[in-house]
């Protein structure tokens, strides 16, 4: 059976489009650049942050082993963050379609929206770490830091995690 990722009366959709639209249309092209560059450089180091931390929790053994990670997970979750920050102004349809996939894909294995967190927690804390070693301007840095906390936070329409 097929999760539905658009409410019927398409609200949702139309909201959370607007939403990835504004933040898009906010960020200057130069700090979209910049993250982009540095999410492509660290996007492995971000998944090994995010898989250590989880495989490091008892609860999360029932969701995922440290042979799936390494076969598919680890690729699949780096890929996923250099598509959410390409270098020029990304296609708002699609980071949505990919995100509701994430979502769908998440809910259907019934993970526990509190690994999720912990793992949302990760990696923001390593592109933070990350970010704050770059030389920028202090308004710079902070609508990079801006732009990256927000995209990792957006939330499929779907509502599912």
């Known amino acids: 059976m097929d999760i539905p990722s658009v409410s019927p009366?398409?609200?949702?959709?139309?909201r959370n489009k607007k939403e990835w639209s504004t933040v898009i249309r906010d960020v200057d092209d130069g700090v979209r650049f910049e993250v982009s560059r540095l999410v492509a450089g660290i996007a492995h180091l971000c998944a090994d942050s995010f898989y250590d931390t989880l495989l490091s929790n008892?609860?999360?053994a029932i969701y995922i082993s440290s042979e799936t990670v390494h076969e598919r997970l680890h690729t699949a979750l780096t890929n996923w963050l250099i598509f959410l920050f390409p270098e020029n102004q990304p296609d708002v349809?699609?980071?949505i379609s990919l995100q509701e996939r994430v979502g769908v894909a998440h809910a259907r294995m019934r993970i526990p929206m509190t690994l999720v967190l912990q793992g949302i927690r990760t990696l923001k804390q390593t592109l933070r770490r990350r970010l704050f070693e770059l030389d920028m301007s202090r308004d710079r840095l902070?609508?990079?830091l801006s732009y990256m906390m927000t995209i990792v936070l957006k939330k499929p329409c779907c509502d599912c995690g």
């Open 9 to 14: 009366e398409g609200e949702i959709p139309a």
């Open 58 to 60: 008892p609860e999360a």
């Open 93 to 95: 349809d699609a980071l």
């Open 142 to 144: 902070l609508a990079a």
